[in-house]
Structure formats: C-alpha cells, structure tokens
C-alpha cells in the first residue's frame, strides 16, 4: 500500500470520482483502509483510493470510453446490482460511489464462489450499504429482495458462457427505466464463436431486450478479449 498527501488528483468527474491520464480515484467511504493493496492519498477530510485500471473493468471503461467517462457511474444514493462481484475489487469503488458523503446507496454483490463471499462479508462489516450475495446471477429468487425498487445501475461481470442472456435477463427484471446497465464480455467465454460473430450476436440480444446500445468499449492493454457494452433503458421502457 502506498500512501501519499498532496492535492486532489487529476480532474473531476463528479463528487466522489477524480481521473487522471492513468487511473481514475474514488474518494474513499472507508477511509484509512485499503482493498487490493491501492495507493492512498490523503486530504485534509478524507482520503481518495487509486481505482486500478488492471484490476477493474470500470476503472478501465472511464479511461477507454469516447464519450463522457461520469455517465458510465452510477449516482450517491442509487441502488446498483453487481454481478461476478469476485473479492470486492471494483465493488468496493462503486461502494465509495454510491455511498458517498453518508448517502444511503446500496450495492447487491452477487457471487457464486464462497471464497469471493468471505471477502465480500469482511468488506461489507466496514461498509454500510454493501450487500454481499452467495448467489448465482441466473438465480434471481436469491437476491431479488434486495432490490425491491429495481436497480439504476447493472454492472455484470461473470466470465461464463450465456453472459448476454444473464444480463438481459437480470436487465429486464431490475434495471429502471433511464437506468445504465454495463456488460463486461469475455470473448472466449462463449466457445464455438469468434470474436465479430459474437459482438453482432450479443448486440442483437440488447436489442431484443430493448436496451439501447450506446457504446462497445475495447479493454484490450487492460483486459484483453474483454469488451464493456454500455446499454442504456430508455425512460419510457
Ligand atoms: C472476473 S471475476 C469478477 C471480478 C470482479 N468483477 C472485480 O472487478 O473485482 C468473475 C466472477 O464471477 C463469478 N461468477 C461466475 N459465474 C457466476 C454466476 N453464474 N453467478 C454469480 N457469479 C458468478 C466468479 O465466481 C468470479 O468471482
């Protein structure tokens, strides 16, 4: 862990996240404690955490994307849905987010692997609003208690075969209308087809679930073979 004083880094994305040419930051809801290992650096009332763009997909999605880089978070207050949570990486960031300045977000992390939980557990103990799931992402009866309102944010990251169809399926259940849903595709996670077949096969799916494509996102440096597909729901699904 590195941990450093000195002005705020980079610019401003929104209250809680700053981003530089090489990472972007989250201002910490856990303040003084690290997740992965992340450089720290300290403020006068808080502390801001690295958000490793090789050890997250939406670290790395705000660096690549063409567009506005804010309109791939989700907002303070919101409740999200995490899919493939895996030891708390990327949630513990959107936790910063969602929870920033006291606000009362929550983020439903759902993962199948009780190894992942245990970390996930220990994480949520420091992280009020963090809700750890030993859940299948196919399985919705497991966690759907949790969002009883729906999700304004969907983020999925399962590295198995059939992810288009888990996200499409767990969009059209939670995801509000107006709401940002983000799709993290291993490329070879679904054998038996190559890599441009797959993105058409994938595009056509968003669609039939009417979810608006609003960009293919690259993560190749960072996480090669992985695409981020931005879909919005529009306001009047
Ligand atoms: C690539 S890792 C996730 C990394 C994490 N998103 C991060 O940024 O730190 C993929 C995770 O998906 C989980 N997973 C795979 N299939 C799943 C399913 N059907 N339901 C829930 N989790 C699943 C695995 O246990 C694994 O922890």
């Known amino acids: 862990m590195g941990r450093s004083y000195g002005k705020p880094p980079g610019r401003r994305l929104t209250e809680a996240v700053r981003i ?3 990472s972007p930051w989250t201002w910490s809801a856990n303040p003084r404690s690290t ?3 992340e450089t720290l650096r300290k403020a006068k009332d808080g502390e801001w955490r690295r958000w490793d763009p090789r050890r ?3 670290s790395s999605g705000l660096l690549r994307t063409t567009a506005a880089p804010e309109r ?6 919101s409740h999200v849905l995490y899919l493939g949570a895996g030891h708390g ?8 987010i969602v929870c920033h300045d006291q606000a009362q977000g929550r983020v439903v992390a759902v993962d199948l692997s009780p190894r992942c939980l245990r970390d996930l557990t220990r994480l949520a ?3 009020p609003g963090l809700v750890p799931v030993l859940g299948d992402a196919r399985r919705h009866e497991s966690w759907r208690m949790w969002l009883p309102q729906g999700a304004s944010w969907v983020f999925q990251d399962v590295a198995q075969a059939h992810q288009a169809s888990i996200f499409t399926a767990a969009c059209e259940r939670f995801l ?3 709401g940002r849903g983000m799709l993290s595709l291993k490329v070879e996670s679904d ?8 993105r058409v096969k994938v595009e056509e799916e968003l669609a039939a679930a009417e979810l608006v494509l609003d960009e293919v996102i690259d993560l190749e440096g960072f996480e090669d073979d992985h695409l981020l597909f931005v879909v919005g729901r529009p306001e009047d699904a």
């Open 20 to 22: 530089e040419r090489s």
């Open 35 to 37: 997740v992965y290992g």
């Open 56 to 58: 997250s997909k939406v």
């Open 72 to 77: 791939l978070l989700p907002a303070p207050g």
């Open 89 to 96: 990486t990327t949630v513990s960031h959107i936790h910063d």
């Open 125 to 127: 103990q420091a992280r």
């Open 176 to 178: 509000l209308p107006g």
């Open 191 to 198: 054998r038996g087809t190559d890599a441009a077949a797959l």
